[in-house]
């Protein structure tokens, strides 16, 4: 019989989804160098000062970090202050070289942790964040990044708000192990309790989602925080004949990763697995490149739920219409959730490709973060939850 997964062999959370818990906030004092540029990041870019800053770094010794917490609030400084060194003099001011200042330890913590040396939902999302009063639970409004990039307060509610949909979705992860072990048992009541809370987070999910707008404006989104999430895979770096970028002192050959991207994130991969969701024709490829910018332990979950006991085999065996109806409501709502991302990337990114006055990227608005044409993407995606 087909195992059932346990949250917490995968670094997963009934409580914080994929969310690193309780994450350090500043460093060790060896390493305050890099937490003084991090911390002075939005300043220094928009002053230009942000390269010189990199240059009078140390190079300093990564493998004097203790601890995995240390290590991936290590890797959410460096992906700052990589991306704020890339993008800083926009896209015609594109560096070939990564400083060894930044690309070592980088590259070494990223080994570390078994992602690649680029921004993405892990490196830089799921461990970006502390509550701003630590008595009350981590609401939206209760959330805070502890480095942000550009954008200021806009930029903090963006970054806040996926954050949140990770505590959303952390029930119904739960819910997902619940209902694999209902099948397993045939434990008819427990699976219909599964289903419910599986739909449930999906909603609420969206129901964080649908809250973006209330303090990140989609001019400033566009403009000052989606360029700075942009890879090595972007039509910046093609347009000027570039491979990627230099790691210097790691390797000679330029490292073509792409940038940050929902696509990254642990969380539809999950439900897409409990729910038997496959990935259309030209989808699967590009789905396993995301995969490799998760942590071995996420793409590990999301294999033990696609190969654990089958939910959507059991319903529709079980002749169970009360089942199979509430199995269709939880690809239902993850229609809709896939449907209403589509509405806020036209908002806030289509929509803003015309009207942007920010003649520094002017480019990245052809592709995803990710380097994919992320609308036939993210269609494609819909479409397989139907």
């Given at each position: ?24 906030t500043?460093?060790p ?43 991936r ?16 003099d ?11 200042q930044?690309?070592i330890?980088?590259?070494?913590v ?6 690649p040396p ?9 461990a ?31 970054y ?7 505590i ?26 599964a289903?419910?809370?599986i739909?449930?987070?999906i ?5 964080v ?5 209330e303090?990140?404006?989609p ?24 491979e ?11 490292k073509?990763?792409?940038g ?11 439900f ?5 969701v496959?990935a ?8 396993e ?8 332990p ?6 033990a739920?696609?190969?654990g006991p ?29 449907s ?5 990337v036209?908002?806030?990114v ?8 920010d ?18 993407f ?7 939850s139907?």
């Amino acid at each position: 019989m087909a195992t059932v997964p346990r949250l917490e062999d995968y670094h997963v959370s009934s409580t914080y989804g994929f969310l690193l818990q309780d994450p350090l906030t500043t460093l060790p004092d060896y390493f305050q160098p890099w937490m003084a540029v991090a911390n002075r990041l939005e300043e220094c870019i928009a002053n230009e000062t942000i390269r010189d800053e990199i240059h009078k770094l140390p190079l300093l010794d990564h493998t004097r970090l203790s601890g995995h917490k240390a290590l991936r609030l290590a890797q959410v400084v460096l992906s700052c202050l990589t991306q704020g060194y890339v993008w800083s003099d926009g896209e015609d001011g594109i560096p070939t070289v990564l400083p060894k200042q930044l690309a070592i330890p980088y590259a070494g913590v990223s080994e570390q942790l078994g992602v690649p040396p680029s921004i993405s939902v892990y490196s830089f999302g799921l461990a970006n964040w502390k509550l701003k009063d630590s008595s009350q639970p981590p609401s939206l409004e209760n959330l805070e990044a502890i480095i942000t990039v550009r954008g200021g307060s806009h930029s903090n509610w963006f970054y806040m708000n996926y954050v949140a949909n990770e505590i959303a979705a952390a029930p119904g992860l739960a819910a997902i192990a619940n209902a694999q072990q209902a099948v397993k048992d045939g434990n008819i009541q427990g699976l219909s309790g599964a289903l419910q809370a599986i739909q449930a987070s999906i909603k609420q999910i969206q129901s964080v989602l649908s809250r973006m707008n209330e303090c990140c404006d989609p001019e400033i989104f566009y403009s000052k925080i989606r360029p700075f999430l942009t890879g090595w895979d972007s039509p910046a770096f093609k347009t000027k004949g570039l491979e990627g970028l230099i790691y210097d002192g790691v390797s000679k050959q330029p490292k073509k990763l792409v940038g940050g991207t929902a696509a990254q994130s642990s969380i539809l991969p999950s439900f897409d697995a409990a729910l038997g969701v496959q990935a259309v024709a030209g989808q699967k490829s590009i789905m396993e490149l995301f995969a490799q910018y998760m942590p071995p332990p996420h793409r590990n979950f999301i294999n033990a739920i696609s190969s654990g006991p089958s939910i959507k085999d059991y319903v529709f065996s079980s002749g169970n219409k009360q089942l199979q109806g509430q199995f269709n409501d939880c690809l239902a709502a993850l229609e809709q959730w896939r449907s209403y991302h589509i509405q806020l990337v036209t908002r806030y990114v289509v929509a803003m490709a015309g009207k942007s006055q920010d003649k520094k990227f002017v480019k990245h608005g052809l592709a995803g973060t990710g380097g994919t044409d992320y609308m036939e993407f993210l269609k494609k995606m819909r479409d397989a939850s139907k």
